[in-house]
């Protein structure tokens, strides 16, 4: 088994995904996957939660960096 070397990828905000804060398209960028589903499952899981995904959110949104 090889493991690729390579710079730690950033957890920034996204500039270019961004509707509220960018959090949504910074998950998503630095997993790889499809914005709108990150979205679906950010709305999903703050309807199902009572509101604790939009306090993860907020604390997200305050802690994630801006990209430069």
Do not use: H
């Not at 961004?18 to 997993?31: R, S």
């Not at 499809?34 to 939660?49: C, H, K, Y």
């Amino acid at each position: 088994m090889t493991f690729e070397s390579s710079s730690p990828r950033e957890f920034t905000l996204s500039n270019s995904q961004k509707m509220i804060g960018g959090v949504c398209g910074g998950i998503a960028d630095y997993f790889g996957w499809d914005v709108n589903l990150v979205r679906v499952a950010t709305v999903a899981g703050a309807v199902l939660s009572g509101g604790t995904v939009v306090l993860i959110y907020l604390a997200a949104l305050m802690l994630m960096p801006r990209r430069p």
